[in-house]
């Protein structure tokens, strides 16, 4: 039985562009920023990989035209990753060359560990070839995050910096939050000396406000930096951020392919769950 849409409203935009624009634009009048991403992973034919890269590129002309304030969120193995490598290379110097035609900024999502060495990898090639135009995103909560920050801050790398969002096992990532608190002050910190304009990606009141205090006793600017959150979670807080001169960004997913997603964030938080519920019996 497929379930219905209504039931991931909170945390999905829309099952298309066109049904997300209006999210999107709600939030840049509360001064948002947005990055959309198209909700899917592990394509494993190449025409799946084929439609993909035009509906990005589709996006990317979509929000040029709409003159929305947004940026692109992608997975690799959406691209063909786990086809051949050389293929998804080509897939996203493809997309790459449209955001740098138009101005644009894409990002490159992190998956799970197994893919954390070659999604770097490409991205390294990208990055020199585009530049400002392409960002990646690192997890605290890995081991390796300790080598991969510095060796990214040393090209001025964008980075999404969040705490990790999969499960795994303790030989490959910390397990204890206040470890993985700990990890993320001091990526932070060498992200915010080392690069120009790193994103801060966290939903934890206790990380907010360390940021928000670190940055004020360094003296770094608000403007330097960027908070991310997602669609559906602490929008007050996003709006509070904003309005106190901080540059904020929220991940707005949209697409057929939520169920995944929105299992995720369901298993996030048991407020989350009593939200979905108490929607299903309103008329």
């Known amino acids: 039985m497929k379930l219905p849409f209504a039931l991931a409203r909170r945390f999905v935009a829309g099952e298309s562009f066109e049904q997300s624009i209006p999210k999107v634009a709600d939030l840049n009048e509360s001064g948002i920023k947005v990055t959309l991403d198209l909700l ?15 509906h990005y590129i589709d996006l990317l002309n979509g929000i040029h035209e709409q003159d929305i304030q947004s940026s692109i969120s992608i997975k690799l193995t959406m691209l063909g990753l786990d086809i051949d490598h050389t293929y998804c290379r080509d897939n996203l110097f493809s997309l790459l060359d449209v955001a740098k035609k138009n101005d644009q900024f894409v990002r490159i999502d992190m998956e799970g560990s197994d893919y954390t060495e070659v999604t770097l990898k490409l991205f390294r090639e990208a990055h020199a070839v585009y530049g400002r135009h392409v960002g990646v995103v ?27 969002a999969y499960s795994e096992p303790e030989r490959v990532a910390l397990q204890k939050m206040s470890a993985i608190r700990e990890a993320y002050k001091e990526y932070a910190k060498i992200l915010l000396e080392k690069t120009p304009y790193p994103r801060m990606a966290t939903h934890d009141s206790l990380l907010i406000d360390w940021i928000k205090e670190y940055t004020n006793e360094q003296g770094i600017g608000p403007a330097r930096f960027e908070f991310q959150m997602l669609y ?14 901080y540059y904020v960004r929220v991940y707005v997913p949209y697409g057929t392919m939520w169920l995944p997603y929105f299992t995720r964030r369901l298993k996030e938080r048991k407020e989350n769950i009593w939200f979905v519920l108490s929607t299903m019996f309103k008329k």
């Open 40 to 54: 899917g992973e592990n394509v494993k034919d190449r025409k799946t990989a084929d439609e993909t890269l035009h």
């Open 138 to 164: 690192i997890q605290a909560y890995l081991h390796r995050t300790k080598k991969d920050i510095p060796e990214l801050a040393e090209i001025g790398a964008d980075v999404r910096l969040c705490k990790g």
């Open 232 to 245: 559906g979670m602490r929008l007050d807080t996003c709006k509070q951020l904003a309005g106190e001169g």
